[in-house]
């Protein structure tokens, strides 16, 4: 298991979404709405039930984007598409940071790390079926689904704290 902990990692990603939407000029609207809806979702329904919900909303085209970008760190040619995403939704971005947190704590791998494909529809399937094994690795493991579940909502709870934060006050006022 990882080292970095759950509000190490909120930061690190709230600072990814501050020079995310400084560049583009964007709030983070549809992200800030998923970091206050999500960790309720865990406490009510589990976290299975709420992270197959967040995989239905996803945009497959943002998948890989918003991995290169959060989770590997790179620029991204889709910067402006993202910031859209995480303006307007905000669930695919909500999806990857989580899924690339679980990946951490379950064996320290980085989210698609064993789909290292050329196709890029290729790389989205699987990647899919890579978050669905996970899922359902957990769900079959009643020892560590609770540890899971309660750093995915620890990890929640702080992402809601540093997005609340940063674009907190006046609404989804924009970055200055």
């Known amino acids: 298991m990882s080292d970095l902990d759950e509000v190490d990692y909120a930061l690190s990603m ?3 979404l501050l020079e995310l939407v400084s560049s583009c000029g964007k709030t983070v609207r549809g992200f800030r709405s998923r970091a ?3 960790p309720q979702m865990i406490q009510q329904l589990g976290l299975i039930p709420s992270l197959t919900f967040l995989l239905s909303k996803i945009d497959d085209k943002l998948l890989l984007p918003a991995i290169r970008y959060f ?3 790179e ?3 889709e910067k402006e598409k993202l910031c859209e995403e995480v303006e307007k939704d905000g669930y695919t971005s909500y999806l990857v940071i989580s899924f690339a947190w679980i990946k951490l704590k ?3 791998k980085k989210f698609s ?3 290292e494909i050329a196709e890029p529809n290729d790389v989205v ?3 899919k079926k890579d978050y669905i094994s996970t ?3 957990l769900k079959n493991d009643k020892n560590l689904l609770p540890i899971i579940e309660d750093s995915v909502l620890n990890l929640s709870i702080e992402l809601k704290k540093v997005v609340d934060g940063i674009y907190g006050g006046e609404g989804d006022r924009r970055g200055s």
């Open 14 to 16: 709230g600072e990814k």
């Open 36 to 38: 206050r809806e999500v």
């Open 71 to 73: 989770v590997k760190g």
């Open 75 to 77: 620029e991204i040619s």
């Open 106 to 108: 379950l064996n320290g």
């Open 113 to 115: 790390e064993e789909c």
């Open 125 to 127: 399937n699987c990647i």
């Open 135 to 137: 899922l359902k690795t």
